[in-house]
């Protein structure tokens, strides 16, 4: 099997190049390319010169827009790739009869209820980037092209910036911290992104009817604030030293940022368990070992 990987030194995709690599033949690019191939997403003469001189059995897209609060602004650079480069990609693996593995977010919901979402529950942003990536999924659908598509959430990795880097930095600088406490969802690990993907590659090279839509997250549920709470706790118990004292819970609306983010980000992965013979681990397994694993390398 020969995987074209784009979005290598992302959170995710540093993870895929470990997970991927067993599986056969794999070409990993950045936002800089390598060796006349174009990993920006773009540039899409160049992307599209790129896969075809590859040419993949397996397409696996990790890069994406994912500046939030900025996509409020910058709303064609939103569409552009996380929408018309997606398309460009399945229209491509559509020619060659390939199979394309993307991944969305949590945010094409609106947040409301407290029930987990399916993947058959109506799709509606609350914000540009939601939109983005729910067109995104929308033009792989049309195209008709092999796929799989792994809607995810509160992603975090030991490679790239995320909620727990940020927290430990703020609990080494400051004696209080507020922290959002109506948003919930399942904090969820590149490494275990990285794991399901491949195991779902294998599967799916067999069996062409798994394709389709997918939601991916660790098992449990928490909130900003209560996975604030655990971390600090967590990092105490290995021996860190933080200046905090005192964590606060607020509301979203007391923190104001330029997009709406869904309450109710709860996604419901039964599909995707049962489809492929997976157990989900609970989010703190992950959060955890990625703990430990900062510890041991100071990051």
Request: proline fraction near 3%.
């Amino acid at each position: 099997m020969r995987i074209l990987l784009l979005g290598k030194n992302g959170q995710i995709g540093w993870e895929l190049q470990r997970a991927l690599a067993p599986l056969g033949e794999l070409v990993a690019l950045d936002r800089n390319g390598t060796n006349g191939l174009v990993g920006d997403l773009a540039d899409f003469d160049g992307l599209r010169d790129s896969i075809r001189r590859v040419k993949p059995d397996v397409l696996v897209n990790a890069a994406a827009y994912t500046a939030v609060d900025r996509a409020e602004t910058e709303q064609a650079q939103a569409m552009l790739i996380n929408a018309r480069a997606v398309q460009l990609m399945a229209d491509e693996m559509r020619r060659t009869d390939s199979w394309l593995l993307h991944y969305s977010s949590d945010y094409v919901f609106d947040g409301s209820g407290k029930r987990p979402w399916l993947e058959s529950d109506t799709a509606a942003p609350l914000n540009v980037y939601g939109h983005s990536k729910r067109a995104g999924e929308e033009a792989i659908a049309a195209s008709g092209c092999r796929h799989l598509i792994f809607r995810t959430s509160w992603v975090y990795g030991l490679h790239g910036n995320n909620f727990i880097k940020t927290i430990l930095r703020l609990a080494r600088e400051r004696e209080q911290l507020s922290l959002i406490n109506d948003q919930i969802g399942a904090p969820t690990g590149a490494d275990l992104l990285a794991d399901v993907t491949a195991h779902a590659l294998r599967s799916a090279q067999s069996n062409a009817d798994l394709g389709g839509l997918y939601h991916l997250a660790a098992g449990g549920e928490t909130s900003w604030y209560d996975y604030g709470c655990y971390l600090v706790d967590q990092a105490r118990s290995q021996g860190a030293t933080l200046a905090v004292r005192a964590i606060t819970p607020i509301a979203s609306q007391d923190y104001p940022v330029a997009a709406q983010r869904p309450l109710n980000s709860r996604l419901d992965t039964h599909k995707l368990q049962e489809r492929f013979g997976l157990c989900l681990p609970d989010w703190q397994n992950g959060v955890s070992r990625l703990l430990q694993q900062m510890t041991g390398s100071n990051v």
